[in-house]
């Protein structure tokens, strides 16, 4: 069936008027890649998963149970920082940790209009999600590492406090308003 000149033709990509760079933070287990995944479908951009841009030797350290230093962590963040920028005016969510305020400003160092979406959830019940799968190299054991690490999002960080404890659809709607309302904002101010 042929849309008539009056109907645009239906899409799956919410009509979001421009998508940020997109990153998907918290501690391990929160449900960043899962979260992700979905959003990153919804919006019709591709997902970068941070697990995947570390080095051999950071992910050695931490499955022998060392939590990185900020040092050993720094080329990481840049590398992370490298693929949001990639995304800028196209789209992209990436998964990664950026527990640390200053993480995330270097992060914003590389894509001034990232928005930020921070995972939240209870300790018992990640420990619970964690201990219940197999990670390639973050052992259960640097979960309260994380935890005394985390650095919560600022009002002044663009972006979106999410309760894990909630769907992971019911995550990405909520992201999904927010780019939604968060451009209409954007494009108002420019009209």
């Not at 008539?4 to 990153?23: E, K």
């Not at 201990?131 to 054991?141: D, V």
């Amino acid at each position: 069936m042929m849309s008539s000149p009056s109907q645009p033709p239906r899409t799956d990509r919410p009509q979001v008027p421009r998508v940020p760079p997109i990153i998907i933070m918290g501690v391990q287990g929160c449900g960043k890649t899962t979260i992700g995944e979905l959003l990153a479908k919804r919006l019709g951009v591709p997902l970068v998963d941070g697990d995947s841009l570390h080095s051999r030797a950071n992910k050695e350290w931490m499955a022998s149970g060392h939590a990185l230093s900020d040092a050993q962590r720094l080329p990481w963040l840049h590398e992370v920082g490298e693929r949001l920028a990639l995304g800028t005016g196209s789209g992209v969510v990436v998964a990664c940790s950026a527990l640390k305020r200053s993480y995330r400003d270097l992060l914003r160092e590389h894509a001034p209009t990232m928005l930020t979406v921070f995972a939240r959830g209870d300790i018992d019940l990640i420990h619970d999600r964690i201990t219940a799968r197999k990670h390639e190299y973050m052992p259960p054991s640097l979960l309260r590492t994380q935890f005394d690490d985390l650095q919560e999002r600022e009002p002044d960080e663009p972006g979106v406090t999410v309760d894990i404890a909630q769907s992971p659809h019911q995550i990405v709607e909520r992201v999904i308003t927010l780019i939604t309302e968060e451009g209409a904002a954007h494009d108002h101010q420019q009209g």
